[in-house]
């Protein structure tokens, strides 16, 4: 993968989660909730704050048992496990759970789709490249980032929106830039989300043919003479076959001359600006040998050809198999997967020719969940959970995109093209951010900018310390907190229980629990 320097477009440096984010970008350092929390909550706040806890994930109790295996399903499948979603795992079982949200689009979304209607604040979504030329890039890219919060938390097809999240890490573009601003939305509409949960070969495919791919890599400036080997690299080493799939640079030099040629139709285009071009002019017409294989002499006209037999190539190489499924398995199980495990979700790859649906539930067997280790969430994931627990309403997403920002993953923000690092030593060093969001969020006096929640009727009729915790516990973590936290938090509602203030100071410290930050 070439570094920052090799590329022809410079990436910022990558982001370090142990390092103070520029002040524009921090939180508040100390709100005043947080400090009445580290006041009352020491132990909590100790544990927490402490990398070696984070890095321990939690024990579960009875993790093969049929009601904690569900509770994990349920926190695999969605961007945070909630009570109605628990209640429909209970009532579908574990297989009919998985097949339910693997056929997303028989899940009605009816009111998200009501929210992504909105022609005021989602205008952009819908529109072509030309279209967006006329409205500020900025924008385009915010109503994409925008769009992507609400379908997180709002979404039923939750397993859908963390597929979207697992592919746009694969096939990695960020959004910065002005024609990327504008790009990359188009990506993440006509490639990203219709292929998320269908076939791995037309998944590639669209993404070859992808103008946001094309300019990211730098493959529209490839032309025979003179090949630009970032795309070619890219697909061989993050795409397709891995680091260690077996190919030589030799290899990458000629998938590049393969693909000269593949651009996209520029700005003054008209109707045709922003879609994917063939450039015959450009195309080099010799012979090339890729991994063995001979891809003949070909007339200018026929040259796209040369491109298409390469991705055939890769598509049915056994390097690509393990390659995905270990990548898929990782995502869904944990980096611990079993080599046996990975080689079964590749032999499903192989026969069955690349179906998503048909590797996920290999994967996601109810032996191998059971086994699986517990996983890290990152940002995004911790911040879409917290907004998910309780009745939440966005009307602006502005401070939440600083916060996530400052805690190290703005949604299609990461420089380079191998995606947002998806294993605890990466995230585990940036505490303050993921602490501050749930207290923040349930602080009624500082809330977070645009988002508010309503914890009204949440705890009605709970008189009790210990039943307004098991209330947190089943809509947080399905009733799997560990002993330790609920006694601490038991403990900070004295002697008020009844306290409006702080039954919602109670939610946010949870959300900061060791615990919580695990799924």
């Not at 103008?211 to 397709?240: C, F």
């Not at 008020?496 to 900061?512: D, K, N």
Request: proline share 7%; aromatic share 8%; with cysteine.
């Amino acid at each position: 993968m070439p570094d920052a320097t090799v590329m022809g477009r410079a990436a910022p440096a990558l982001p370090n989660p142990t390092e103070a984010p520029p002040a524009e970008h921090r939180a508040p350092a100390d709100p005043p909730m947080a400090r009445r929390a580290l006041f009352r909550f020491g132990a909590l706040a100790a544990a927490w704050s402490s990398a070696k806890a984070m890095a321990t994930p939690p024990q579960v109790p009875a993790d093969v048992e049929p009601n904690s295996l569900l509770v994990r399903l349920v926190s695999r499948l969605t961007m945070g496990l909630t009570t109605e979603e628990l209640a429909l795992a209970n009532s579908l079982g574990y297989q009919g759970y998985l097949e339910y949200h693997l056929n997303h689009t028989a899940i009605a979304d009816t009111a998200l789709d009501t929210m992504l209607a909105d022609q005021v604040r989602f205008s952009t979504l819908p529109m072509t490249y030309e279209q967006m030329l006329q409205v500020a890039a900025g924008q385009v890219a915010n109503e994409c980032i925008e769009a992507a919060v609400f379908r997180n938390v709002f979404s039923k097809r939750q397993f859908f929106e963390r597929m979207v999240e697992f592919w746009s890490d694969h096939f990695n573009i960020d959004i910065a830039g002005e024609r990327t601003s504008r790009l990359k939305p188009i990506d993440d509409r006509d490639v990203i989300r219709p292929g998320a949960l269908g076939n791995f070969r037309t998944l590639l495919d669209a993404s070859a043919h992808s103008p946001a791919m094309l300019y990211y890599l730098n493959n529209d400036i490839s032309v025979a003479g003179n090949p630009n080997e970032n795309y070619a690299r890219e697909l061989l080493e993050l795409h397709t076959m891995g680091a260690d799939g077996g190919y030589s640079q030799q290899d990458v030099a000629e998938v590049a001359r393969c693909f000269t040629g593949w651009t996209f139709w520029r700005d003054a285009s008209g109707a045709t600006a922003g879609t994917f071009r063939y450039n015959q002019v450009v195309h080099d017409t010799g012979q090339k040998v890729v991994l063995g294989h001979v891809i003949p002499a070909r007339s200018a006209a026929a040259g796209i050809q040369d491109g298409l037999d390469v991705l055939n190539i890769l598509l049915d190489h056994p390097s690509t198999a393990n390659y995905v499924s270990k990548k898929l398995c990782s995502w869904l199980l944990g980096r611990s997967t079993p080599q046996a495990t990975i080689s079964a979700v590749a032999g499903v790859y192989a026969a069955s020719a690349g179906d998503i649906k048909a590797m996920i539930r290999e994967a996601l067997s109810a032996n191998n969940l059971a086994a699986a280790e517990m996983k890290f969430k990152r940002p995004w994931h911790l911040f879409i959970h917290c907004m998910r627990v309780v009745p939440t309403t966005i009307t602006n997403t502005s401070q939440l995109r600083s916060r996530l920002i400052t805690a190290g993953q703005p949604r299609f923000g990461w420089p380079t093209p191998d995606g947002y690092p998806d294993h605890v030593d990466y995230w585990v060093g940036n505490i303050m951010p993921r602490w501050n969001f749930g207290a923040d969020l349930m602080n009624s006096n500082q809330p977070i900018g645009g988002i508010s929640v309503n914890t009204t009727g949440y705890f009605a009729g709970l008189t009790t310390a210990p039943q307004v915790v098991g209330r947190v516990n089943d809509a947080l973590e399905g009733g799997e907190m560990p002993q330790g936290e609920r006694t601490l938090l038991e403990n900070y509602l004295q002697p008020t229980p009844t306290s409006v203030t702080q039954q919602r100071e109670v939610l946010g410290l949870a959300m900061s629990s060791p615990s919580f930050q695990w799924y």
